[in-house]
């Protein structure tokens, strides 16, 4: 009975300090190991989905917030800048369930060329992904039949993520000013 207290004191102990945080108010900086985190095997994971730029009709999703004087005499609106909150669905329809949402902004970062700066979260809403995100940040030459963006980080379950996005278009009504990306994330995560 006392061995087995003692054990449970032990061990106790070692979980104890196995999840200490810094303990002393002036350190700065510690090793930490990658098992005391949780983390155990690096995994890939597939994530494909629809991406809605909703610039027009009556709830857009996509909006202009500045541009620069000149913008208008670029082939590419060198200078304008938009904000998105852009709905991402599994199927290709707007009205098809939802997974989650991009937000953020991009810019058109090239004089001579369809090239936008994507600086934006993926917001996910859906199963073991809800709450989390991974975040965009790269150039979409949106020209192009098939692009690819590089995913900086993430949050959530997406903690420690790297990988890339590829993206092709789907959908594009110049009209109506919506566009339905399709994105195929490859993204190494915990
Ligand atoms: C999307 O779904 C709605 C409602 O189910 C339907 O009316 C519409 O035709 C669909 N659009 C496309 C492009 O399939
Ligand atoms: C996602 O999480 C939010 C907040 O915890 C919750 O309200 C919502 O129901 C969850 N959605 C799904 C699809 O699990």
């Known amino acids: 009975m006392a061995r087995a207290t003692t054990n449970l004191a032990i061990f106790s102990l070692i979980i104890f300090l196995s999840a200490a945080p810094i303990i002393n108010s002036q350190e700065f900086s510690r090793k930490f190991s990658k098992r005391e985190m949780g983390m155990k095997r690096e995994k890939l994971s597939h994530l494909h989905f629809y991406f809605h730029d909703v610039l027009g009709g009556r709830n857009p999703t996509a909006v ?62 859906e199963g073991r992904f809800n709450g989390s995100t991974l975040s965009v940040l790269g150039r979409n030459a949106v020209l192009s039949a098939a692009r690819e963006m590089p995913i900086v980080g993430g949050s959530g379950v997406f903690r420690f993520a790297r990988g890339y996005a590829r993206t092709q278009t789907h959908l594009l009504d110049l009209k109506m000013g919506y566009a339905v990306e399709e994105y195929d994330v490859y993204v190494f995560h915990y």
């Open 64 to 125: 202009r917030v500045a541009q620069a004087a000149t913008t208008s005499s670029y082939p590419y609106k060198f200078g304008e800048v938009l904000i998105i909150d852009d709905r991402l669905t599994v199927g290709p329809n707007l009205s098809s369930k939802v997974v989650g949402r991009a937000q953020g902004m991009y810019a058109s970062a090239d004089v001579s060329d369809a090239g936008l700066l994507m600086v934006f979260n993926f917001a996910f809403v």
